[in-house]
Every structure is written in structure tokens, then in C-alpha cells.
């Protein structure tokens, strides 16, 4: 007869959580993108010019919103989470399945259950349609303004400089030659060159030349960002020196450890619902939730930086931050 209330109630209370945690988790996703969207327009208003009016920047700046938005998941589901068990908590529920013999480990998996669906459905559809919307506003940005990129890359002995028209393209080239004790030996000046496959070959009156460098140098970051997981995969396959994929292999575990990344921040911020039943309030919990946020964003940032710097593995450094936040939620968690 226990068992079987205990079911029931499982069934009931369980059910409403989920789907209240998944509704207010899509809430607040959509209110923080939509926040995004508003700073941004006004910020890309100050570009207004002939090319450039008022309809190309708002249909750039829409296009681009949803993939970007991506970068506030985490945070919104962290927030969406809290708000939810805090007015289960409210409502005396969160007491209730206390008493009956539900840990507090299986009710904070339980509320994170609608935003891991969320954020599953929402990683789906970017990798389906936003990543391509993304694309579409650069490709709208550099069809109405300039873009030409000057970029610099060494070649063994060789520091190459030159100004990207597209991916083929390149103009005003520099080519200038070091010797053993990394002193110029030569300088030369091109005013074209084509790019294909990590070269760059130059034709002038003495013949063609062709200098190789790295694959990443024709793909510049804010191109990346627009790269499906599929495509990173594949573009890594084409990078012929393993210092050149730490880029690729950044974004990949970025986005693949995304869910993974979710349920420890949830699973951090859950622990913290327990400490104070009586006196938990939806402002305060907003609060922790943007907290919480910021600081865990600014640690895999950190993380990431460093160990670019030292060049150690980009796994580890996207990892790290996740083992922290449950290893504290553990910790929290034993003394409830």
C-alpha cells in the first residue's frame, strides 16, 4: 500500500515539476534572448548608413539572435530550475515528498528533467536551422560593408601578411624572410594571390610561388561559430598540425558536453534549495541563479584560457568546470 502511494505520488508530483520547470525554463530563455536582441539592436543602430539602414541591421541582428541565444542555456535553465522548485516549495510540496522518502538528489534530478529536454530540443534546432540563420546574417553583414581581414601567419621561416577578400582571394601581400638568428633577410610585396588548401600561391613575372600555412589561418573565429558539429568534425579531419585543430576541438566539446554541463549546474544549484526551506523567495533565487551563472561562465573561460596557454588538453579544460560544480554539489548534498 506504501509502495503504491509513493508511486502515485511520484507520478503526480513528479510530472508537475517536470513540465513546470520545463515551461519556465523556455521562459526565461526567451525573455534573456529577447534582452539580447534589444541591447544589440540598439548597439548595431550606431552602423546606420547608406548601405546599412534600418531594415538590414534589424533583419542581421534577428537572424543571428537565435544561435547566439545559445550562449544563455545554461543560465536559463538554471534559473528556470530554481524558480520551479521554489514554488513547489512554496506550495508545500517540496516538504511533502520529504516526508514521504524522496531524497533531495531525486528531486533536483527529477526538476531537471524539463530543461535537459529543452536544452536537447534547443541544441536540435540549432544545429538545424539556427547555425544556418547565423550564416545568413554574416553573409548579409559582408554583402552590405567591407570586410576585408588583414592577417599575419608564419611559415617556417616566413611571416605572411596579407588582406582576405574571401575564402579564395587575397590581396596586398607581404612576404618577409627570417634567417637562423631571426633577422629579415628579404622583404617582398604582391598586389594578388589565390588561396587554396593551406596555400597561398603568388604569380609575378619571375614565375609562381606557393607557400603552405596553417588551414586555420583561412577560418577566422566568428566563421567557426556558424560550423555545425558535423562540419567542425570534418574541417578537423582536413588540419594538418595537431596546434591548429585546439580551436575546432574547443567548440566540439563545447557543444557535445553542453547537456552534461547543464545537469551539473543544476545539479550545484539544487543542493543550495535545501539549505533553508522556510525562507527561500523567486527574487532570491533569481538572484542566486545569475550569480551562479556568471561565476561558472567565467571559470570555463578561465579554465579554457589557461589551458590554451600551457597547451594542455582542451578536454580536460572543458571538463574541469563541470567535475567543480558537482563535486561542491556533492558536498552540499551530505549535508542536507
Known amino acids: ?69 545559445m550562449q544563455y542555456l545554461e543560465s536559463s535553465t538554471l534559473i528556470g530550475t530554481l524558480i520551479a522548485l521554489t514554488i513547489f516549495n512554496q506550495q508545500g510540496n517540496l516538504i511533502f515528498l520529504r516526508s514521504v522518502g524522496f531524497s533531495p538528489i531525486k528531486i533536483v534530478l527529477i526538476s531537471g528533467i524539463g530543461p535537459i529536454v529543452l536544452s536537447f530540443f534547443l541544441i536540435i534546432i540549432d544545429e538545424a536551422i539556427f547555425l544556418d540563420l547565423s550564416k545568413k546574417s554574416q553573409a548579409l553583414n559582408q554583402s552590405e560593408q567591407s570586410e576585408e581581414v588583414f592577417q599575419w601567419a608564419i611559415s617556417k621561416k616566413k611571416l605572411i601578411g596579407l588582406e582576405r577578400l574571401n575564402n579564395l582571394d587575397a590581396k596586398s601581400i607581404q612576404i618577409i624572410e627570417f634567417n637562423e638568428q631571426q633577422k629579415i633577410i628579404s622583404s617582398s610585396n604582391y598586389n594578388e594571390g589565390k588561396l587554396n588548401n593551406g596555400e597561398l600561391k603568388l604569380s609575378n613575372s619571375s614565375g609562381q610561388k606557393t607557400f603552405h600555412f596553417p588551414v586555420s589561418f583561412l577560418v577566422s573565429d566568428s566563421k567557426l561559430e556558424t560550423f555545425s558539429l558535423a562540419s567542425l568534425l570534418s574541417l578537423k579531419g582536413s588540419y594538418k598540425s595537431l596546434d591548429d585543430t585546439w580551436r575546432i576541438n574547443s567548440l566540439i ?80 548534498f551530505k549535508r542536507i
Open 253 to 332: 566539446y563545447k557543444r557535445m558536453l553542453l547537456p552534461l554541463s547543464i545537469i551539473a549546474i543544476i545539479f550545484l544549484a539544487g543542493s543550495l534549495m535545501f539549505e533553508n526551506l522556510r525562507s527561500v523567495g523567486v527574487g532570491r533565487q533569481i538572484i542566486i541563479g545569475i550569480s551562479l551563472g556568471l561565476i561558472y561562465d567565467l571559470l570555463k573561460d578561465l579554465s579554457v584560457a589557461s589551458f590554451m596557454t600551457y597547451q594542455w588538453p582542451v578536454l580536460i579544460a572543458h571538463l574541469l568546470p563541470i567535475i567543480i560544480l558537482i563535486c561542491i554539489g556533492s558536498c552540499k
Open 1 to 69: 500500500m506504501a509502495k503504491l502511494v509513493i508511486a502515485n505520488i511520484f507520478n503526480t508530483y513528479s510530472q508537475h515539476l517536470i513540465r513546470r520547470s520545463f515551461l519556465i525554463s523556455t521562459l526565461v530563455w526567451i525573455v534573456m534572448v529577447f534582452l539580447d536582441f534589444s541591447v544589440t539592436l540598439v548597439l548595431e543602430l550606431e552602423n546606420i548608413n547608406e548601405d546599412m539602414d534600418f531594415y538590414v541591421i534589424l533583419k542581421s541582428v534577428l537572424l543571428e539572435q537565435p544561435h547566439k541565444g
